[in-house]
């Protein structure tokens, strides 16, 4: 179980067996974001909207998230440097949602395209 107070979240158990995990407009810090991505070995699916999440969150996220599939990133601050992440760790991503579409360049898009038959949406 995780039981949420006041937008922080005690987590009682070691794992989840969570596949599809969305965290969004909720005021919660990258350590956080990260926790229970780890305490998900299971997930193939995340959203993140309007939280604390940059390049560093994702680099660690890609390292945990072994099996992420689908990967949709909404008002959050990550460049080029996420996209060389997702290269590097994410071998299962096959989707990548970005908004706004201006966060990443096109050279990052076809980067994520041409190296993991990425595909690529803009909500």
């Known amino acids: 179980k995780i039981h949420v107070l006041e937008n922080r979240a005690i987590f009682t158990h070691r794992t989840f067996n969570f596949e599809n ?3 969004g407009n909720c005021n919660v810090s990258a350590p956080w974001i990260i926790q229970l991505v780890k305490l998900c070995p299971r997930i193939d699916y995340l ?3 309007e939280t ?4 560093a969150t994702v ?3 890609c390292r945990l998230a072994r099996r992420l599939r689908i990967l949709c990133l ?4 990550i460049t080029e440097v996420s996209v060389e992440h997702m290269v590097e760790h994410c071998s299962e991503l096959r989707r990548l949602r970005v908004y706004p ?5 096109m050279v990052a898009y076809d980067r994520l395209r041409r ?4 595909e690529i949406s803009h909500f």
């Open 21 to 23: 995990v969305g965290i």
């Open 47 to 49: 959203y993140i909207d």
């Open 52 to 55: 604390c999440v940059d390049d």
């Open 59 to 61: 680099e660690e996220i």
């Open 74 to 77: 909404h008002n959050c601050t």
């Open 101 to 105: 579409k201006e966060t990443l360049s």
């Open 115 to 118: 190296a993991k038959n990425v």
